[in-house]
């Protein structure tokens, strides 16, 4: 994907060149639509939230350094519209862990794009937000603790509830595609 510097600028200055934001927005929107859905599983509010980051991006374009790639900036920008989304949903206390007995899998090496979204979609809140901002952005413990308003040792937790439910999540959730067969 290219980027148009001259765009961004002709998007932000003044009230905003409507032709240079709309190039903006259907060269990009796929791309925030897919990120957000990392962060909001429910497809009208990721849309919603989408749009919202469009709109953060056009006032904030000339926080842009064009020395700088564009995409991880812009990426950034999308993750942080969509943590404010959830900020208050992150405390949420999770329901507990279900314990369900492993089950032998012959396509377990196998998952596709949408099956790894719907293991995902099935953790609580504060959880995903915390496997994704570690996993998928790289991010550190102290890095989410600052982001999210919580401690270091709770995004650890977080993580590693995650990453438990995960493990439970997926024999039953292959369990289940087989039997769809």
């Known amino acids: ?94 329901p507990a862990v279900l314990s369900i007995p492993p089950v032998d899998n012959e396509g377990e090496h196998n998952l596709e794009r949408e099956d790894i979204i719907s293991l995902l979609d099935q953790l609580p809140v504060s959880y995903r937000v915390v496997f994704n901002l570690f996993v998928l952005e790289e991010y550190t413990h102290r890095e989410i603790a600052e982001e999210l308003g919580i401690s270091v040792g709770t995004s650890k937790s977080n993580l590693f509830m995650a990453r438990k439910m995960l493990r439970t999540l997926y024999p039953q959730f292959h369990a289940i595609a087989n039997s769809n067969l």
């Open 1 to 94: 994907m290219s980027f148009d510097r001259n765009d961004l600028f002709l998007a932000h200055r003044g009230e905003g060149d409507a032709h240079a934001q709309r190039r903006i927005f259907d060269r990009w929107y796929a791309y925030a639509y897919t990120v957000m859905l990392h962060y909001v599983p429910r497809p009208v509010e990721a849309e919603e939230l989408t749009m919202d980051a469009f709109v953060r991006l056009f006032e904030k374009a000339d926080r842009y350094d064009p020395a700088r790639p564009f995409l991880p900036w812009f990426r950034r920008l999308v993750v942080n519209v969509a943590l404010e989304a959830l900020r208050g949903r992150l405390r949420e206390k999770p």
